[in-house]
């Protein structure tokens, strides 16, 4: 699977949920994910992320999809459910998607001040240049137009009426459910389904981001058994290794890496290619024109010319 390179100063969870939730589902069932790391979602073998390709060489990138797949391959976190606790999953999952997610696209996306000092110092640091420079604003602009779908015809004209309402609603769903969970491990007794997976996946960002604005991580944090079953499952299955550390900083006069002449190769790359695209589009719009300049004739010249057209005639 290809997935977005985590930064040093993100938290230790994948970035985006749905990275989260995929990984999260396949460590429940022991799925073997093999994860591959990338700063450029356009090097993954669909162009976005995440993106599978299984052993068939099939590639799926819509994150349902691929839960589905590893549930043909045998890999089932709902096998032991019954039919009620399945309908439980379904019904808290559509709670989710309309109560909490809303939020979080705001919180993370639309938000200015979380936008600026989390999400896009995020995703800029993760990504090369010029990627960094437009990728981010560009998921930006999705997240938008995503969250106005979410929200429908029937929300408020009024921003901050808006806002109040979905918190309002976000806040009774997280308190839903933490009333659900109570005491247990899991949602539906000592083993992980994919219900945890899915709640998992949008809480852990929420619980270990630090948000300079960050009222639903505040209602979020006095839920103290949903922060110990976030606590439970980053210690069981997203232990710290050192895949995830940064590694440690060459001294001058240590030994180059092997990966060092290719990082500079596509640093220079990407430069090269930055210039050529913002010369471009300088050239398309207007801004830088060419002109193709004549020469201008000295005196001398044009008497040559006039005596050498004598001398034919």
């Known amino acids: 699977m290809w997935a977005q390179r985590p930064t040093p100063q993100s938290p230790r969870i994948p970035v985006a949920m749905e990275r989260g939730l995929i990984e999260t589902y396949a460590r429940f069932t022991g799925a073997p994910l093999k994860v591959h790391k990338i700063a ?4 993954s073998p669909s162009g976005t992320l995440p993106a599978l390709r299984t052993t068939h060489g099939e590639v799926i990138s819509v994150p349902h999809k691929i839960i589905t797949h590893l549930r043909k391959e045998k890999y089932n976190a709902d096998y032991d459910l019954s039919a009620r606790q399945g309908a439980d999953t379904l019904a808290f999952m559509s709670l989710l998607e309309e109560k909490l997610l809303p939020v ?23 990504m090369p240049f010029p990627l960094n420079f437009f990728l981010p604003g560009r998921m930006q602009r999705q997240y938008t137009e995503r969250l106005q779908l979410l929200c429908g015809e029937h929300r408020p004209e009024n921003e901050e009426e808006l806002e109040k309402e979905l918190y309002q609603e976000a806040g009774e769903c997280l308190t839903l459910l933490s009333q659900r969970l109570g005491s247990q491990k899991f949602f539906f007794g ?9 709640v998992f996946s949008h809480l852990a960002l929420l619980l270990q981001a630090k948000l300079p604005s960050g009222k639903l991580q505040a209602h979020l944090r006095g839920l103290h058994n949903l922060c110990a079953y976030c606590a439970h499952i980053l210690s069981l299955y997203f232990p710290w ?42 050239l398309l719009s207007g801004i830088v024109s060419i002109q193709r300049a004549t020469p201008a004739r000295t005196p001398g010249s044009r008497a040559l010319g ?8």
């Not at 060459?250 to 002449?261: A, F, S, V």
């Not at 090269?272 to 589009?281: D, E, I, K, T």
């Not at 006039?306 to 005639?313: G, R």
């Open 241 to 282: 290794d050192g895949a995830e550390v940064p590694p440690p900083h060459q001294t001058p006069g240590g030994p180059e890496t092997e990966e060092e002449p290719y990082r500079r190769r596509n640093q220079i790359l990407s430069v090269l290619a930055g210039l050529a695209a913002m010369v471009g589009y300088a």
């Open 104 to 126: 979080l696209i705001h919180t993370f996306w639309i938000d200015t001040k979380n936008y600026v000092e989390v999400t896009r110092k995020w995703y800029a640091e993760a």
């Open 306 to 313: 006039m005596a050498e057209e004598d001398e034919e005639e």
């Open 40 to 43: 450029n979602p356009w090097r």
């Open 190 to 198: 000592d083993a992980p389904a994919s219900l945890d997976a899915f």
